[in-house]
Nanobody
């Protein structure tokens, strides 16, 4: 069992930056691929980024490529999402997720086994 806790959300102006953190409980963090998803009001949850267990491979949604960076620190049991050049359309609740085993970087939320409670990101124009 893994518990995930996100933090770092908030209100930021367009063009600004935020860094989200996702802290995982347990001693097997490096056994999980990690992903970030987001859900805006009235919309389905969508894939944002994913990172392999070692951190050596990443994958991004086209909408955030070049602006967001996913990385992890296995010694701290933490995954991060650095978000730069934020746009109003990035406004959503952001969730981190863990996939046990995680040999491939999946974009489907159904592939992930554990989820955090979410953190709100609001980008004003």
């Amino acid at each position: 069992q893994v518990q995930l806790v996100e933090s770092g959300g908030g209100l930021v102006q367009a063009g600004g930056s935020l860094r989200l953190s996702c802290v995982a409980s347990g001693r097997t963090f490096s056994s999980y691929a990690m992903g970030w998803f987001r859900q805006a009001p009235g919309k389905e949850r969508e894939f944002v980024a994913a990172i392999s267990r070692s951190g050596g491979s990443t994958r991004y949604a086209d909408s955030v490529k070049g602006r967001f960076t996913i990385f992890r620190d296995n010694a701290k049991n933490t995954a991060y999402l650095q978000m730069n050049s934020l746009k109003p359309e990035d406004t959503a609740v952001y969730y981190c997720a863990a996939e046990r085993g995680g040999l491939l970087l999946h974009i489907s939320s159904a592939s992930y086994d554990y989820w955090g409670q979410g953190t709100q990101v609001t980008v004003s124009s």
